[in-house]
């Protein structure tokens, strides 16, 4: 079973601005995937969701809970990788399920 570490986390903005360059990305209708290999043994998830997008935040802790839990189920599709995940303001119209599966699909092309 996987856990999500609090290594795993990136959380400093450098770090984002250090990861945005020379990458990969990959999108859906509402999040933007953009992901860089690391040099850890571990992968790692950053969130960036804007307040000027989603309003409230139980709004946007939810979206985070979705999003640390399918990275966790899915971190057999990646290994030594960075992703960082910015959240666009249409996923406040998408369920649950629907961001499940925007989510699946996006770990499954790092994969490809």
């Given at each position: 079973?996987?856990?999500?570490?609090?290594?795993?986390?990136?959380?400093?903005?450098?770090?984002?601005?250090?990861?945005?360059?020379?990458?990969?990305?990959f999108?859906?209708?509402?999040?933007?995937?953009?992901?860089?290999?690391n040099?850890?043994?571990?992968?790692?998830?950053?969130?960036?969701?804007?307040?000027?997008?989603?309003?409230?935040?139980?709004?946007?802790n939810?979206?985070?809970?979705?999003?640390?839990?399918?990275?966790?189920?899915n971190?057999?599709?990646f290994?030594?990788?960075?992703?960082?995940?910015?959240?666009?303001?249409?996923?406040?119209?998408?369920?649950?399920?629907?961001?499940?599966?925007?989510?699946?699909?996006?770990?499954?092309k790092?994969?490809?």
């Amino acid at each position: 079973m996987y856990k999500f570490k609090k290594k795993q986390k990136i959380k400093f903005f450098k770090n984002f601005i250090k990861n945005f360059k020379k990458i990969n990305f990959f999108y859906s209708s509402c999040i933007m995937l953009y992901i860089k290999n690391n040099n850890f043994n571990y992968s790692r998830l950053g969130i960036i969701i804007s307040k000027k997008n989603i309003k409230f935040s139980h709004d946007r802790n939810k979206i985070k809970r979705y999003i640390r839990e399918s990275f966790r189920l899915n971190q057999n599709y990646f290994f030594k990788k960075d992703c960082i995940i910015v959240v666009k303001k249409c996923i406040i119209k998408i369920n649950n399920k629907n961001l499940f599966n925007n989510l699946n699909k996006l770990w499954k092309k790092i994969k490809i």
